[in-house]
């Protein structure tokens, strides 16, 4: 398990751009392989935003596929998140995920406290 601390979140107009940073904080004891980015809105479940593996790979939401670009730096294990023609529809909490695959069939997940994007006028 590894800490992880987003940065970015705060307040847009529709139709701007904001960029998330996450970052481990601290030493890991085994390579991060997916890391990926959650959100959840009020009243909704949380949602997988945009994952990436380590081979850089991606993967995402249907929602923002087109307006949104995920992408890391191995090297620093921090995690970013591009996102364009913001809609209000974007406002939730933004979390950061990190994936630890200890063996082929052992996973570690963990979760960054979440940022706060707001899409509003």
């Known amino acids: 398990q590894v800490q992880l601390v987003e940065s970015g979140g705060g307040l847009v107009q529709p139709g701007g751009s904001l960029r998330l940073s996450c970052g481990v904080s601290?030493?890991?004891?085994?390579?991060?392989?997916?890391m990926g980015w959650y959100r959840q809105a009020p009243g909704k479940e949380r949602e997988l935003v945009a994952s990436?593996?380590?081979?850089?790979?991606?993967n995402y939401a249907g929602s923002v596929k087109g307006r949104f670009t995920i992408s890391r730096d191995n090297a620093k294990n921090t995690v970013f998140l591009q996102m364009a023609r913001l809609k209000p529809e974007d406002t939730a909490v933004y979390y950061c995920n990190a994936e630890q695959r200890l063996t082929p069939y052992k996973v570690l997940h963990s979760w960054g406290l979440g940022t706060q994007v707001t899409v509003s006028s």
């Open positions: 601290g030493s890991i004891s085994s390579s991060i392989t997916n």
């Open positions: 990436i593996t380590n081979g850089g790979s991606t």
